[in-house]
């Protein structure tokens, strides 16, 4: 052999750049599960199992149409990190040249960085072509702009793709945006389907059966296991979504219910993001749907925009901003993450509801991620590295590329507003607008003070108390500090000395009970 092909985990596509001039003959195909990615972080056990088993499917296909595949799994030819594998392939078949599709994280590209001086090869890096825009695409976008918004990045996609767009150049339907059309609540009457599940075939049960005795550190519960882990079943949880539930995914998208765990959201993130789905022909299908009259705009508008606008924005923002990206703390937030986080016990419903399905699943939908378990993390102050390493280990979609945008920028606003034009803060009513978590919880979302007062409600003012120095002149805040500042002065100090009650309780680690006294 004259080459090797690198293959990354999260790099499973058959005309990935990287394999695009592939030879059998000359070509040697390299693959490994090291170590050092699978503890990196805590993650998941169904993140581990789905990517390790997604990885020996594309191996065993890759074999299938010829190629000789040298693939390092963990048990058999265990190894420390990618070099280590990389080291142990190129002395076994004496190859001088590497080539590689860019990986998903600065922490990988560091290292790939190193190869070419510390093992004396030549290596070459091409472009991950598997987005709409190239990295060349958002820094154009970005030059010369103040504030880098995705609503502006999105529709020159939408320019560029024709997706959505009417021949004259404006946007299907006369309007950019849906989104004051997708923000209801769940009516009682309505429950979800299921969403399409995946049972283990051989190499999953493998996998499953050996997770927790050999990632002892790994966390998160295997029942629930049924995750694509082909091209195959990637193609079916598509189709699936685009029958079943992308008519309502618009509607109902900001949406959460103790009812389902998944409402009407598509499931797609881990095959986008392992590569077992282009975006494309994601975006693609769900235009088709619209077009063919079987899902209204509002919705098929929506499911594009997730797709084609964050998810190219937050990448784009990623390797703009840099590897220093995420070592900011804006607000100086340093509460360490509390233990609830880790077995999902907490007395307010939401959380419980949010943190135990992520336990149980691997997933929580945006909602979720964003105005539950964010918006608490947001508020409580708590250190965004501890949060952040927490969301890029419990959920199966979780690749730092576009996790930490989502929780540094989105979430915690700790970039200072790179990312966001104001922080995603709520109170408890916004919970209660959108859910039926408060029914079933010890508190009570229109009570800001006393025994049963929902703890985000003198959060939220605590929040934006403690913050007004950083936040003050944000005009999209203009009306919340403006009720603040008329506000009587008894009634601040009790929200305050209320807030202050519960952040003690939660530094204390007795916040287990449900109960606090201001
Ligand atoms: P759907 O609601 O069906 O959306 C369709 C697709 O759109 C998703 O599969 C995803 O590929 C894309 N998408 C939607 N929202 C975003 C977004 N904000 N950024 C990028 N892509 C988006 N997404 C990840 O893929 N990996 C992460 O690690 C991740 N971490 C997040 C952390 C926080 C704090 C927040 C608020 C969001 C995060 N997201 C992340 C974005 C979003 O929550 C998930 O993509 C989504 O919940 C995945 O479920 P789904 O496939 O059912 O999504
Ligand atoms: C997250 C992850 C895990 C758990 N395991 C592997 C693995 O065994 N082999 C692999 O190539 N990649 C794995 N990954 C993904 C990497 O940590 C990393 O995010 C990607 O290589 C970035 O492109
Ligand atoms: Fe969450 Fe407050 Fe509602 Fe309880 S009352 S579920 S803590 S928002």
Redesign the pocket.
Known sequence: FQTIRFILGDQLTPSLSSLKDADPDRDLIVMAEPHHEATYVPHHRQKIVMILSAMRHFAAELRDSGFHVEYFDYQERPTTSFTDALKAALSEHGIKKVIITEPGEWRVKHEIDRWSEDLDISVEMRADDRFFAPLSAFADFAKDRKELRMEYFYRGLRRDTGILMEPDGKPVGGQWNFDHDNRKSLPDDVTPPSPKTFAPDKITQGLLDRVCDDFPDAMGDVASFGWPVTRKDALEALDHFIKHRLAQ?GDY?DAMTVKSA?LY?????PC??TGLLLPDEVCRAAEKSYHEGKAPLNAVEG?IR??LG??EY?RGLYWYLGPDYGSDNHFDAKRPLPGFFWDGEVPMNCLKQAIGETLENA????IQ??MVI?NFSLLAGLDPKEVCDW??AV?I???EW??LP??FG??LYADGGKMASKPYAASGKYIDRMSDYCKDCLYNPRNNTGKDACPFNALYWHFLDRNADKLGNNPRLGMPYRNWARMKDDKKRDLIAQADAFLRKLDDGKFDDGKFDT
């Open positions: 995914f998208q998944t959201h598509s499931l797609i993130s986008l993001n499911f997730q797709i964050w998810r937050v997933y929580a939908h945006h991620r964003l964010g969301y890029l959920y979609d979780a690749f576009v996790e989502n929780t989105m979430a």
